[in-house]
């Protein structure tokens, strides 16, 4: 979509006289032309003879800044813009190393399952014979779990599977881990706070486990443009790990609006039916369904990003509900888009997206995170995500491919977004937040050790891969206290027939 086309479907979302000062700003985001770079001589013949079959001439100059890093033994963050081609970066090494090698392995961390699913069409696609890859999550079924431990080489999972099913297990993969050359975690800016603490221990369980087998794999991370990148990725791995931020890719033009729904009428005059009288403006998810519903209209693939499962279910019920009666034959290309579908609901979601069936999306951040939906036209942002970051990356879904694309952010009815849409050299002219993460917090990082106890002993020589020592040491003496170690010469054992129970996805625990 050009520029122009971006200004046009403004314009029509703009008709109604009604609508005209809803618009309070708009941002325009120049083109960049992309600064390609010839592949690497390592890199496999027939993966860049698959490659060019897939669309890809040339690659861009930072994918392969970043492949050289990782092929060389260096740990490498790539954080580029959305769309810049990430995977690239890691394919090309982790690919070539299972093309030279038969048994080599590539282990593949995604934060949600559609992005795996995602990667994993893409890899097929290329339709190499020596590349085993599959999924190992939740959703894969019993009797395929024994093939992916026994055969699979690049291997795409999610740390929740690593954490409960790959390391308390590891002699099942023995195999696999010996001989694991990279690891990838992709999109790994998602990965902060508590449960970013949680997912940097996983890590140096991982790291332990494969010294275990003889193993010291390369850590390849894909994140989004983000402030310091290496700062957070070494934090996040416990290694050194070198930045390549400079996106050659190609960028079409954005026109951002910041979209401020209306008064409701009924308190228009000042009798507000908010606190303390206060004006009361119309709900923005049903100002983002309008808006779903109007970009549809005019043949212009949209994803609407809505911050709850709820939100979305409702944004697409009342977008189809208006194109039911202005455009009944469009009604069926809307849906919701969220986590907790069944498998198969969501496969066929994702098709559905792929293949352009769907024409509006309304979804949570599930599709926030780099599934390759390409062709979009338009994104719709319900209210303030959170980070600057996660607003650059729900925008940069749309205008893949060098292409235009517009971005609507509407305010939700509060003191933040109000402020956002009337100042917005607070939303354009700041750079993008530092992820910020502490693996050395007690209450995370003393159940780990628990963990990393009961997959092999502690040892005096593991002391130093989580952190502080004296730290470590205090949360040991502690663990040993409450009899869930025992202390030997040799070091510290798990002395219960149970696993630990761990949930990365809360708080920690009792240090």
Request: net charge neutral.
């Amino acid at each position: 979509m050009t520029s122009s086309r971006a200004e046009t479907l403004l314009s029509r979302l703009c008709l109604d006289p009604s609508r005209a000062d809803r618009v309070t700003h708009v941002e325009h985001v120049p083109a960049r032309s992309g600064r390609p770079a010839d592949w690497p001589a390592w890199a496999a013949p027939l993966l860049v003879d698959r490659l060019r079959l897939a669309g890809i001439e040339r690659p861009w100059a930072h994918q392969v800044q970043a492949a050289e890093l990782a092929r060389g033994g260096s740990s490498v963050v790539v954080a580029t813009g959305t769309a810049s081609g990430k995977s690239l970066a890691y394919l090309l090494p982790g690919l070539t190393a299972l093309m030279d090698d038969d048994r080599a392995g590539v282990l593949y961390l995604s934060p949600t399952k559609a992005l795996a699913t995602d990667q994993l069409r893409a890899i097929r696609a290329l339709n190499l014979m020596a590349v085993k890859a599959a999924t190992y999550d939740g959703d894969t079924p019993r009797e395929e779990r024994d093939w992916v431990r026994r055969h699979g080489r690049f291997v795409l999972t999610n740390p929740d599977m690593l954490h409960r099913g790959i390391l308390p297990r590891h002699g099942d993969w023995a195999p696999y881990l010996r001989h694991l050359r990279y690891v990838v975690v992709d999109e790994c800016h998602s990965y902060r706070g508590v449960f970013g603490s949680h997912v940097a221990l996983v890590l140096r369980r991982l790291r332990r486990v494969c010294a275990r087998y003889g193993a010291s794999p390369v850590f390849v991370l894909a994140s989004a443009t983000a402030s310091h990148p290496e700062v957070s990725a070494t934090r996040l791995t416990g290694l050194p790990v070198v930045p390549v931020t400079d996106d050659a890719s190609p960028r079409g033009t954005t026109e951002f609006a910041l979209w401020e729904p209306p008064l409701m009428p009924a308190f228009s005059s000042g009798q507000g039916g908010g606190e303390n009288g206060a004006a009361v403006r119309r709900s923005a998810t049903a100002e983002t369904a309008d808006l779903l519903a109007d970009l549809v209209v005019e043949g212009a693939r949209t994803i609407a990003f809505v911050r709850s499962r709820r939100g979305a279910e409702a944004v697409a019920l009342n977008a189809r509900r208006a194109l039911s009666e202005a455009a009944p034959e469009l009604a069926d290309r809307v849906a919701a888009y969220r986590a907790g579908y069944l498998p198969e609901e969501r496969r066929e979601l994702e098709r559905r997206l792929q293949s352009g069936d769907l024409t509006g999306v309304a979804a949570t951040n599930a599709l926030e995170l780099g599934l390759d939906v390409s062709g979009l036209d338009a994104v719709v942002l319900t209210g303030w995500p959170g980070t600057v970051a996660s607003v650059w990356q729900q925008a940069g879904r749309a205008g893949r491919a060098g292409q235009g694309a517009l971005a609507v952010f509407v305010a939700r009815d509060d003191p933040l977004d109000t402020y956002l849409v009337h100042h917005p050299e607070a939303l354009f002219g700041r750079p993008v937040e530092t992820t910020v993460l502490d693996p050395g917090n007690p209450y995370v990082l003393g159940p780990h050790l628990g963990c990393a106890a009961a997959e092999l002993p502690l040892t005096e020589a593991d002391l130093p891969l989580f952190g502080d020592e004296h730290e470590v040491r205090l949360l040991l003496a502690d663990l040993v206290r409450r009899g869930v170690l025992r202390s030997r010469p040799r070091g510290w054992f798990w002395t219960s027939r149970e696993r630990p129970e761990v949930d990365i996805r809360g708080t920690g625990g009792p240090p």
